[in-house]
């Protein structure tokens, strides 16, 4: 696929999801304070976690049931030289970075 097919095909799957999302009752999107809230914490990494990898660009997929409430497990499959494909597993530590009472926590589904 070319590129142009490859971002058309994403934005589809993308509008999908979000649809999906919001006919199940889950907000697909942070409240504006859960995003100040998060670039203060972006701002404060520590030298630990800068060592992470955003993957936030890749077509994500959940594992969860298609009623769950909490889409806290994701897959997504890429390929690789050679015609092989890497699978990689996303599992959520929100308690890592968001202690109760903050607005992040607030848009959080536990």
Same mark, same amino acid.
């Not at 520590?46 to 806290?72: F, G, Q, T, V, Y």
């Given at each position: 696929?070319? !590129?142009? !097919?490859? #971002?058309?095909?994403?934005?589809r799957? +993308? ?8 006919? #199940? ?7 504006? +304070? $859960?995003?100040a ?7 404060n990494?520590? /030298? @630990? &976690?800068?060592?992470? #990898?955003?993957? #936030? !660009?890749?077509?994500? =997929?959940?594992?969860? !049931? ?6 806290? +497990?994701?897959?997504v @499959?890429? &390929?690789?030289?050679?015609? @092989?494909? /890497?699978?990689?597993? $996303?599992? $959520? ?5 968001? =202690? /109760? ?6 848009? @959080?589904?536990?």
């Open positions: 696929m070319g !590129n142009i !097919n490859d #971002r058309q095909h994403r934005s799957l +993308q509008q999908i999801a979000r649809r999906a999302m919001l006919a #199940r009752g889950l907000l697909p999107d942070f409240s504006a +304070q $859960a995003i809230e998060l670039d203060e914490i972006h701002s990494i520590s /030298k @630990a &976690e800068e060592a992470i #990898r955003d993957l #936030r !660009n890749l077509l994500w =997929c959940s594992i969860d !049931n298609d009623d769950s409430n909490d889409l806290d +497990q994701l897959t @499959a890429e &390929e690789i030289p050679g015609g @092989a494909v /890497k699978i990689l597993v $996303a599992i $959520a530590d929100v308690f890592h970075s968001i =202690c /109760k009472g903050p607005p992040a926590f607030d848009d @959080a589904v536990f």
